[in-house]
């Protein structure tokens, strides 16, 4: 997943970074509503974590903004409030769920995968496609019984394919998505090229079928 975390306070914000990013996410981070606001008019998200009080704005603020550009993004909300007038609000304005601090990182991360599962992969923990079974919580591609080795990027570039598929998506998607914000200051995408071939190897060396196409000019698209 790629996820955001908006938060003010930095030993919280390093523990979620910390704890999301040893999981294998692309994690982000925003400091205050400035660059909160930065964030999500530059770059599309699977997640979105959202802490409520912020120096420069109220959080809850920003779920109109985050509704207006990423429709398909989960929104949780944190705060140290435990105020039901906040959470309804927050809910009503198109946030998914709420957490109020102090909180368990572990359920946090339960709460996070769960809206992934329901907004992304539409409640499915497990994705088929001819034959081949994308197992979510394991994070590993399996064809009928026999595991198909990918890496980290190879996995994470698979998903990315299948919740896009039959639509065209840029290379400079993919390298945001995958790679992060950190990724545009890179010279070339012969990076993403060198795993989306092996990405490509590998499933044509399983059963014959080659799913991801070249859009001359425009990127790629996976085809199932």
């Known amino acids: 997943m790629k996820l955001l975390f908006v938060e003010d306070e930095p ?6 970074l910390s704890y999301f990013s040893s999981d294998g996410n692309i994690c982000e981070q925003a400091n205050d509503y400035g660059q909160a606001v930065e964030k999500i008019n530059t770059y599309a998200y699977d997640g979105i974590v959202l802490d409520i009080t912020l120096p420069d704005g109220n959080g809850i603020d920003l779920i109109p903004q985050i509704r207006t550009c990423q429709m398909g993004t989960g929104i949780l909300i ?3 409030k435990n105020s039901l ?5 927050g809910l009503n ?3 998914d769920d709420y957490l109020t601090k102090p909180f368990y990182l572990e359920e946090l991360s339960a709460r996070v995968n769960a809206l992934y599962r329901r907004k992304a ?6 994705i088929l496609f001819d034959g081949f079974t994308i197992d979510t919580a394991g994070k590993c591609l399996m064809y009928g019984t026999e595991e198909i080795k990918l890496t980290k990027k190879e996995y994470q570039l698979l998903i990315y ?3 896009n598929k039959n639509r065209v998506v840029s290379k400079s998607a993919i390298a945001e998505h995958i790679w992060g914000d950190s990724f545009d200051e890179a010279d070339n995408f012969d990076v993403i090229y060198v795993h989306m071939m092996n990405l490509r190897k590998k499933l ?15 990127g790629y698209k996976f085809v199932s």
């Open 121 to 126: 992969l539409q409640g499915e923990e497990n």
């Open 161 to 163: 394919f299948v919740v």
């Open 85 to 89: 007038a906040d959470k309804v609000n």
């Open 204 to 218: 044509i060396k399983t059963n014959g079928t080659d799913y991801i196409k070249t859009v001359r000019g425009l």
């Open 11 to 16: 030993v919280l914000l390093d523990e979620m």
């Open 93 to 95: 304005l198109g946030a």
């Open 78 to 80: 944190l705060s140290a």
